[in-house]
T-cell receptor
Framework: EPEVTQTPSHQVTQMGQEVILRCVPISNHLYFYWYRQILGQKVEFLVSFYNNEISEKSEIFDDQFSVERPDGSNFTLKIRSTKLEDSAMYFC??????????FGDGTRLSIL | AQRVTQPEKLLSVFKGAPVELKCNYSYSGSPELFWYVQYSRQRLQLLLRHISRESIKGFTADLNKGETSFHLKKPFAQEEDSAMYYCALKQTSGSRLTFGEGTQLTVNP
Protein backbone atom coordinates (compact mmCIF):
# COMPACT_ATOMS: atom_id res chain seq x y z
CA GLU A 1 0.00 0.00 0.00
CA PRO A 2 1.42 3.44 -0.88
CA GLU A 3 2.56 5.54 2.06
CA VAL A 4 3.42 9.10 2.91
CA THR A 5 7.12 9.30 3.74
CA GLN A 6 8.79 11.96 5.86
CA THR A 7 12.44 12.81 6.31
CA PRO A 8 14.30 13.11 8.56
CA SER A 9 12.73 11.10 11.35
CA HIS A 10 14.49 13.29 13.91
CA GLN A 11 15.92 16.79 13.41
CA VAL A 12 17.94 18.65 16.03
CA THR A 13 18.47 22.36 15.39
CA GLN A 14 19.81 25.35 17.27
CA MET A 15 17.30 28.06 18.16
CA GLY A 16 17.18 30.75 15.50
CA GLN A 17 18.23 28.42 12.69
CA GLU A 18 16.11 27.61 9.68
CA VAL A 19 14.79 24.08 9.29
CA ILE A 20 13.14 22.30 6.38
CA LEU A 21 11.01 19.23 6.94
CA ARG A 22 10.38 17.06 3.93
CA CYS A 23 7.47 14.91 2.88
CA VAL A 24 6.70 12.76 -0.14
CA PRO A 25 2.92 12.44 -0.41
CA ILE A 26 1.16 9.52 -2.05
CA SER A 27 1.66 10.00 -5.77
CA ASN A 28 -1.88 10.56 -7.06
CA HIS A 29 -2.98 12.72 -4.12
CA LEU A 30 -3.78 16.38 -4.63
CA TYR A 31 -4.34 17.67 -1.10
CA PHE A 32 -1.46 18.06 1.32
CA TYR A 33 -1.32 18.94 4.99
CA TRP A 34 1.00 19.64 7.88
CA TYR A 35 0.06 19.02 11.50
CA ARG A 36 2.13 19.17 14.65
CA GLN A 37 1.93 17.61 18.10
CA ILE A 38 3.76 19.17 20.99
CA LEU A 39 4.66 16.52 23.57
CA GLY A 40 1.65 15.70 25.71
CA GLN A 41 -0.72 17.87 23.67
CA LYS A 42 -3.22 17.46 20.85
CA VAL A 43 -2.42 17.01 17.19
CA GLU A 44 -2.91 20.51 15.73
CA PHE A 45 -3.56 21.54 12.15
CA LEU A 46 -1.01 23.90 10.60
CA VAL A 47 -1.77 24.24 6.90
CA SER A 48 -3.40 22.66 3.87
CA PHE A 49 -2.17 22.98 0.30
CA TYR A 50 -3.92 22.38 -2.99
CA ASN A 51 -3.23 23.35 -6.58
CA ASN A 52 0.11 24.90 -5.62
CA GLU A 53 -1.26 27.25 -3.05
CA ILE A 54 -2.25 27.35 0.59
CA SER A 55 -5.96 26.60 0.90
CA GLU A 56 -6.24 26.95 4.66
CA LYS A 57 -3.95 27.78 7.57
CA SER A 58 -4.28 27.97 11.31
CA GLU A 59 -3.28 30.78 13.65
CA ILE A 60 -0.14 28.80 14.47
CA PHE A 61 1.06 29.10 10.86
CA ASP A 62 2.54 32.58 11.08
CA ASP A 63 5.16 34.33 8.95
CA GLN A 64 7.88 32.05 10.29
CA PHE A 65 6.33 29.12 8.46
CA SER A 66 6.12 28.43 4.75
CA VAL A 67 5.26 25.45 2.57
CA GLU A 68 6.34 24.54 -0.89
CA ARG A 69 5.94 21.82 -3.46
CA PRO A 70 9.20 22.39 -5.28
CA ASP A 71 9.28 19.55 -7.77
CA GLY A 72 5.91 17.85 -8.08
CA SER A 73 6.73 15.09 -5.61
CA ASN A 74 8.11 16.68 -2.44
CA PHE A 75 6.10 18.83 -0.05
CA THR A 76 8.18 20.83 2.42
CA LEU A 77 7.57 22.80 5.58
CA LYS A 78 10.11 25.50 6.36
CA ILE A 79 10.48 27.24 9.69
CA ARG A 80 12.55 30.36 9.14
CA SER A 81 13.90 31.11 12.60
CA THR A 82 13.15 28.33 15.03
CA LYS A 83 12.06 28.93 18.61
CA LEU A 84 12.14 26.56 21.56
CA GLU A 85 8.36 26.22 21.38
CA ASP A 86 8.61 24.84 17.84
CA SER A 87 9.86 21.58 19.33
CA ALA A 88 7.21 19.02 18.38
CA MET A 89 6.37 16.07 16.19
CA TYR A 90 5.44 17.28 12.72
CA PHE A 91 3.13 15.14 10.62
CA CYS A 92 2.59 15.40 6.91
CA UNK A 93 -0.62 14.03 5.39
CA UNK A 94 -2.04 13.71 1.91
CA UNK A 95 -5.47 12.96 0.50
CA UNK A 96 -7.19 12.39 -2.82
CA UNK A 97 -10.68 13.27 -1.59
CA UNK A 98 -10.15 15.63 1.40
CA UNK A 99 -11.88 13.03 3.58
CA UNK A 100 -9.34 10.29 4.14
CA UNK A 101 -6.04 11.85 5.12
CA UNK A 102 -3.06 9.52 5.04
CA PHE A 103 -0.38 10.41 7.57
CA GLY A 104 3.36 9.95 7.53
CA ASP A 105 5.41 8.69 10.47
CA GLY A 106 6.31 12.20 11.50
CA THR A 107 9.51 14.17 12.05
CA ARG A 108 10.52 14.85 15.62
CA LEU A 109 11.94 18.39 15.73
CA SER A 110 14.06 19.28 18.73
CA ILE A 111 15.14 22.89 19.18
CA LEU A 112 18.11 23.48 21.47
CA ALA B 1 -14.85 27.46 16.90
CA GLN B 2 -14.99 23.71 16.70
CA ARG B 3 -13.71 21.54 19.52
CA VAL B 4 -13.30 17.81 20.14
CA THR B 5 -13.10 16.37 23.63
CA GLN B 6 -12.03 12.89 24.66
CA PRO B 7 -12.56 12.81 28.41
CA GLU B 8 -10.49 9.70 29.13
CA LYS B 9 -6.72 9.89 28.64
CA LEU B 10 -6.30 6.27 29.67
CA LEU B 11 -8.70 3.33 29.41
CA SER B 12 -7.91 -0.19 30.49
CA VAL B 13 -10.11 -3.23 29.90
CA PHE B 14 -9.72 -7.00 29.90
CA LYS B 15 -9.72 -9.08 26.76
CA GLY B 16 -13.24 -10.01 25.76
CA ALA B 17 -14.83 -7.10 27.62
CA PRO B 18 -16.81 -4.38 25.84
CA VAL B 19 -15.05 -1.12 25.28
CA GLU B 20 -16.33 2.40 24.63
CA LEU B 21 -14.09 5.35 23.90
CA LYS B 22 -15.91 8.61 24.35
CA CYS B 23 -15.80 11.57 22.00
CA ASN B 24 -17.81 14.76 22.25
CA TYR B 25 -17.66 17.69 19.89
CA SER B 26 -18.85 21.24 19.57
CA TYR B 27 -19.49 22.67 16.13
CA SER B 28 -22.35 24.77 14.91
CA GLY B 29 -22.56 23.22 11.45
CA SER B 30 -22.83 19.63 10.20
CA PRO B 31 -19.57 17.94 11.10
CA GLU B 32 -17.83 14.97 9.59
CA LEU B 33 -16.38 12.79 12.33
CA PHE B 34 -13.50 10.33 12.20
CA TRP B 35 -11.64 7.95 14.44
CA TYR B 36 -7.91 7.59 13.90
CA VAL B 37 -5.76 4.94 15.58
CA GLN B 38 -2.05 4.89 16.28
CA TYR B 39 -0.56 1.51 17.17
CA SER B 40 2.74 1.41 18.99
CA ARG B 41 5.51 2.94 16.82
CA GLN B 42 3.20 3.20 13.82
CA ARG B 43 1.64 6.11 12.01
CA LEU B 44 -1.83 7.58 12.50
CA GLN B 45 -4.32 5.52 10.49
CA LEU B 46 -7.94 6.17 9.70
CA LEU B 47 -10.07 3.64 11.55
CA LEU B 48 -13.52 4.75 10.50
CA ARG B 49 -15.63 7.74 9.52
CA HIS B 50 -19.24 8.39 10.32
CA ILE B 51 -20.40 8.93 6.73
CA SER B 52 -19.38 5.38 5.82
CA ARG B 53 -21.39 3.80 8.64
CA GLU B 54 -19.01 0.86 8.49
CA SER B 55 -17.52 -1.50 11.03
CA ILE B 56 -13.74 -1.85 10.97
CA LYS B 57 -11.95 -4.46 13.09
CA GLY B 58 -15.21 -4.88 15.01
CA PHE B 59 -15.38 -1.18 15.94
CA THR B 60 -18.43 0.96 15.28
CA ALA B 61 -19.24 4.58 15.99
CA ASP B 62 -22.57 6.37 15.71
CA LEU B 63 -22.91 10.09 15.34
CA ASN B 64 -25.42 11.38 17.88
CA LYS B 65 -26.20 14.95 16.93
CA GLY B 66 -28.48 15.47 19.93
CA GLU B 67 -25.70 14.62 22.35
CA THR B 68 -22.94 15.88 20.02
CA SER B 69 -21.10 12.62 20.49
CA PHE B 70 -19.29 10.08 18.35
CA HIS B 71 -18.33 7.31 20.75
CA LEU B 72 -16.28 4.37 19.50
CA LYS B 73 -17.47 0.93 20.59
CA LYS B 74 -16.41 -2.67 20.34
CA PRO B 75 -18.32 -5.49 22.00
CA PHE B 76 -15.32 -7.76 22.66
CA ALA B 77 -11.92 -6.11 23.00
CA GLN B 78 -8.78 -7.92 21.79
CA GLU B 79 -5.20 -7.43 22.97
CA GLU B 80 -4.23 -6.15 19.52
CA ASP B 81 -6.68 -3.26 19.98
CA SER B 82 -4.25 -1.68 22.44
CA ALA B 83 -3.35 1.66 20.87
CA MET B 84 -3.88 5.41 21.00
CA TYR B 85 -7.26 6.46 19.58
CA TYR B 86 -7.99 9.96 18.34
CA CYS B 87 -11.38 11.38 17.48
CA ALA B 88 -11.30 14.08 14.80
CA LEU B 89 -13.77 16.51 13.26
CA LYS B 90 -13.82 18.09 9.82
CA GLN B 91 -15.95 21.13 9.17
CA THR B 92 -18.44 21.27 6.33
CA SER B 93 -16.12 23.53 4.36
CA GLY B 94 -12.36 23.15 4.25
CA SER B 95 -10.46 19.99 5.07
CA ARG B 96 -8.59 20.66 8.31
CA LEU B 97 -9.02 18.03 11.00
CA THR B 98 -9.54 19.09 14.59
CA PHE B 99 -8.34 16.35 16.91
CA GLY B 100 -9.24 15.38 20.43
CA GLU B 101 -6.60 14.76 23.05
CA GLY B 102 -6.55 11.02 22.41
CA THR B 103 -7.33 8.00 24.58
CA GLN B 104 -4.70 5.34 25.25
CA LEU B 105 -6.52 2.00 25.28
CA THR B 106 -4.88 -0.97 26.95
CA VAL B 107 -6.47 -4.39 26.60
CA ASN B 108 -5.14 -6.74 29.26
CA PRO B 109 -4.96 -10.52 28.80
Amino acid sequence: EPEVTQTPSHQVTQMGQEVILRCVPISNHLYFYWYRQILGQKVEFLVSFYNNEISEKSEIFDDQFSVERPDGSNFTLKIRSTKLEDSAMYFCASSDDRLHQHFGDGTRLSIL
Amino acid sequence: AQRVTQPEKLLSVFKGAPVELKCNYSYSGSPELFWYVQYSRQRLQLLLRHISRESIKGFTADLNKGETSFHLKKPFAQEEDSAMYYCALKQTSGSRLTFGEGTQLTVNP
